[in-house]
């Protein structure tokens, strides 16, 4: 028998399951853990709050295409974590998070930091509504069962955050090796489900006879690395795609048969196609309420008018929110590939529609052009649509792009052109203020060879400014562009349009943030008018540093012709939407 301390024989286990990062911070409960660490091949990423190491680990897990893991101490550092685990539990990210908790023999105690004053030994629960499991190793030989079950659960299915929650003592007790060695024989390769022939056939003929089919892809496309899959077969057919936010990047923006994003921040022409669709498929997307303008029929979805066929990896999904007539639980690149493989020896010739291609194009060059004045605005400060035009004009298409919320996120997906799929980073479901930026340093570590590009605004960059520190430490060269309205921005032009004021919502005085970086040991440029900008993002580029551009930007809302059930609530049948705020 060899026995080994659990902290030593749980970095080993790390290393051969391939993991290359950790993302967290210290703890008197984790040092055990931390201590081992120094010694290993693994990287840690040290930051200065944990909110912070969760969104770079969500980041991490979506370029890496692996699940990231997490270190965090308990009671607040558990917390801090709490809000970037949850938003990557609500955009179905691979993580597991490894937290110290109080000593095993002080439950009941209510020892120092520890969570719950109402009940002993409970701080696992806290995470217990987001994510897919939550684990408390409440023996020490029990730990290699319950890691290899938190890293399986993470990756299968529908994806998502595990915590497995460790008594400080459990790291430094003695277990025999050979406990961490059955594990390893257990399979890391899990055969996913796909759909049968016949199943395959029936939503084929179902498309084919449709006079108008849509296919309306979600994130689960992307999650499922199925962009390519996906594409092959709608341009089989002819078949033209619409996509939720969380979707945007699945086709490529230059498609001939790509509509764009739907919902709210949807043009009407794009809720139009699919509101009027006889038929939609519906891909690895739960309909989330901006996507599907609040779910009334007028505006973006009449279903079960349009039929609806829906694949998805999560049966729960299934029917949510709209009837189906066709459902099927399946991984989409194994259901697509099926699929293709059908449609190609049903109808080896495929089908063109070169009526909806050239609706497509119309609709596309008039958007352009109704876009045309703002995109070359020289006002300063700078419109929103100038900043996306400059950024456009300047990264290669393979670049990274993480956004936070409000115009960098809407606007961002509607306007913004994305080429590659999975190379556009988004808060979907939480819609988590203070994402963008900490995302792009995991994104830029994944990636390390790509430009990484975070579009943020002065709000959600000033949630966690202490990114910079991380980025000066371990040289991350991200860029990011601050759009600085000086405000919570879209709040506020909620704010001004229904109630006439913006109490609460934009700041008498904004930091300087160029400023800043430089206190932190960052490249800070500030931009003073309109024309300064795109030599400096150029610049910045070729840095190949950690840089960030202060950017001015004129508040004006993001464009929309799509509903959202809000409005109605703060000003009944009024039709009001948002308003510039000066």
């Known amino acids: 028998m060899s026995k080994k301390l659990v902290s030593n024989l749980l970095i080993d286990y790390l290393e051969d399951r391939g993991v290359e990062h950790i993302f967290g911070l210290c703890g008197h409960t984790n040092i055990a853990f931390l201590s081992q660490l120094e010694k290993s091949s693994i990287k840690f990423v040290n930051v200065r709050h944990e909110q912070i190491s969760a969104h770079m680990a969500d980041g991490y897990a979506r370029v890496k295409k692996e699940t990231s893991v997490v270190l965090s101490h308990l009671g607040p550092g558990l917390t801090n ?65 319950i890691i290899e079950k938190a890293f399986q659960l993470a990756e299968t299915g529908r994806p998502g955050p595990v915590l497995v929650s460790v008594p400080m003592d459990m790291f430094s007790k003695e277990i025999d090796s050979a406990l961490f060695e059955r594990v390893k024989h257990h399979t890391r390769s899990i055969t996913k ?86 038929t939609i498929l519906a891909l690895g997307t739960q309909f989330a309420e901006a996507d599907s303008s609040s779910w009334e029929s007028e505006y973006t979805f009449d279903i079960p008018n349009t039929k609806l066929i829906q694949i998805d990896i999560d049966a729960n999904e299934i029917g949510r929110n709209y009837p189906v007539e066709i459902g099927v639980v399946a991984d989409l690149k194994q259901a697509l590939t099926v699929l293709n493989r059908v449609a190609k020896e049903l109808y080896p ?94 994104a830029k570590i994944a990636a390390p060879d790509n430009v990484v590009i975070s579009l943020v605004g002065d709000g959600g960059f000033g949630q966690n400014p202490a990114i910079l520190a991380t980025a000066a430490e371990e040289n991350i060269p991200v860029i990011w562009i601050i759009m600085n309205n000086s405000s919570f921005g879209t709040i506020a032009g909620l704010q001004k349009a229904h109630y006439d004021t913006t109490f609460g919502t934009v700041f008498d005085k904004s930091p300087d943030y160029a400023a800043i970086a430089k206190a932190y040991g960052v490249e800070g440029i500030k931009i003073n008018a309109a024309d300064e900008f795109k030599p400096a993002l150029e610049k910045a580029i070729q840095m190949n540093k950690p840089v960030v551009i202060d950017v001015p930007m004129i508040n004006n809302p993001v464009p929309t012709d799509g509903h959202w059930n809000i409005m109605d609530i703060y000003s009944p049948g009024k039709k009001v939407h948002h308003a510039s705020v000066k």
């Not at 949850?86 to 969570?115: C, R, T, W």
């Open 81 to 145: 974590a709490a809000t970037g685990v949850a938003n990557a539990a609500l955009d179905s990210i691979p993580m597991v998070v490894i937290a110290g908790d109080i000593p095993s023999h002080f439950y009941g105690k209510h020892p120092h930091q520890e969570v719950n004053l109402h009940a002993d030994a409970s701080q696992y629960e806290i995470y217990r509504p987001f994510v897919k499991r939550a684990w408390r190793v409440d023996r020490p030989d029990l730990m290699p069962e």
């Open 193 to 278: 489900p796909s759909i049968d022939d016949e199943k395959a056939k029936e939503i084929i003929e179902k498309l084919v006879n449709a006079e108008n089919p849509v296919i309306y892809a979600g994130g689960g496309v992307i999650l499922a690395d199925a962009a390519e899959e996906l594409r092959e077969f709608n341009e089989h057919f002819d078949i033209p795609v619409a996509h939720s936010l969380m979707g945007k990047g699945v086709v490529s923006d230059d498609s001939d048969l790509t509509l764009g994003m739907t919902g709210f921040w949807g043009t009407k022409f794009i809720n139009e196609k699919t509101r009027t669709a006889d």
């Open 349 to 442: 010739e495929g089908k063109t529609n070169e009526k909806v291609k050239q609706e497509i194009a119309e609709n596309r060059k008039a958007f352009k052009a109704s876009n045309e004045e703002v995109r070359n605005d020289n006002s300063f400060p700078l419109m929103p649509q100038r900043i996306l035009a400059d950024v456009e004009a300047v990264i290669p298409k393979d670049a990274y792009i993480t956004t936070d919320v409000g115009w960098n996120k809407n606007g961002v997906g509607q306007q913004f052109p994305i080429y590659k799929a999975g190379s556009i980073l988004t808060p979907g479901g939480f819609a988590t203020m203070g994402f963008g930026a900490p995302a792009a340093m995991g």
